[in-house]
């Protein structure tokens, strides 16, 4: 069993930066970010493997986003810069049932609860 707690969701301004963290108790793969907007699905927004050699990212967020681990603090981290209204939705943490990297979602184990994101314009 592994618990996800994330952190760092915020009201920011179009143009600003965020950074979201996500503290793992239990052993961890591949992690990833998803995010959901009201009335939309969930949508994957960026992984990396367990050695934090692969990264991937969804291509609205490239450039944009850096998604980051430090297995020591089992923590991963998603760097948010040059935000944009769009962006604006509920951002989830999970942890992948392997070490390939996935972007879906019933690919995933264990969620977070969950951090809002809003960027206004």
């Known amino acids: 069993q592994v618990q996800l707690v994330e952190s760092g969701g915020g009201l920011v301004q179009a143009g600003g930066s965020l950074r979201l963290s996500c503290a793992a108790s239990?052993?961890?793969?591949?992690m990833a970010w998803f995010r959901q907007a009201p009335g939309k699905e969930r949508e994957f927004v960026a992984a990396?493997?367990?050695?934090?050699?692969?990264?991937y990212y969804v291509d609205s967020v490239k450039g944009r986003f850096t998604i980051s681990r430090d297995n020591a603090k089992n923590t991963v981290y998603l760097q948010m810069n040059s935000l944009k209204p769009e962006d604006t939705a509920v951002y989830y943490c999970?942890?992948?049932?392997?070490?390939?990297?996935?972007?879906?979602?019933?690919?995933?184990?264990?969620w977070g609860q969950g951090t809002q994101v809003t960027v206004s314009s």
């Open positions: 999970a942890v992948a049932r392997s070490l390939e990297i996935a972007t879906t979602p019933r690919l995933y184990a264990y």
């Open positions: 239990g052993r961890t793969y591949t």
């Open positions: 990396i493997s367990w050695s934090a050699g692969n990264t």
